[in-house]
């Protein structure tokens, strides 16, 4: 081979080492990242009664999409199995919620689908603590230690209706 010809196929060999794995730090093997468990395209699911149909809204990644609750009316999302969580955040269309003892908006975590514990998300105290809360006409976040969660139940309260557009629930992993 001429000296220029392997020159060129020197370089045409790192550029491709380069960018085979350059896009995505998820996929180096032993290096974990913060990850949302609660997607549909991830295997989780969410189910309801009311608005059946539409309860993969809430987690399809698509902020034009939303499940439309009704008061008294609750959506479960299932991650497929235990994850430790360490953030949920709840978006919906603008309307105001009330957070407190005895919230518009009830989010719920639980291991195994039957025993429910509430978020201080909702209810602010006396549940599971957040080490940062914030809420906005839109939005619900908060972070906590990582707790194991399979499934996250919202239910809308005191007669309010909202539309959820995204649940999103981080686990390291
Ligand atoms: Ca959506």
Aim: a neutral charge; charged letters at 15%; proline letters at 2%.
């Amino acid at each position: 081979m001429k000296p220029a010809l392997s020159l060129i196929a020197a370089l045409a060999f790192v550029l491709s080492a380069c960018g085979g794995s350059s896009s995505d730090s998820s996929s180096i093997p032993g290096l974990k990242s913060d990850t949302n468990v609660a997607l549909l395209s991830r295997g989780a699911s969410a189910s309801s009664s009311h608005n059946s149909s539409d309860a993969n809204n809430l987690i399809d990644d698509n902020n034009n999409t939303y499940w439309t609750s009704a008061s008294g009316q609750k959506i479960v999302v299932d991650f497929g199995s235990v994850e430790k969580i360490k953030s949920i955040k709840l978006t919906r269309q603008a309307a105001s919620a009330a957070i407190g003892s005895n919230p518009d908006i009830l989010i719920e975590l639980s291991t195994n689908g039957s025993n429910y514990t509430a978020s201080n998300l909702s209810v602010v105290t006396g549940g599971i603590a957040c080490t940062n809360l914030t809420t906005s006409i839109t939005t619900m976040s908060c972070t906590m230690a990582e707790r194991d969660t399979r499934y996250i139940r919202i239910t809308s309260q005191n007669g309010k209706a909202y539309d959820f557009i995204e649940l999103e629930a981080l686990a390291t992993k």
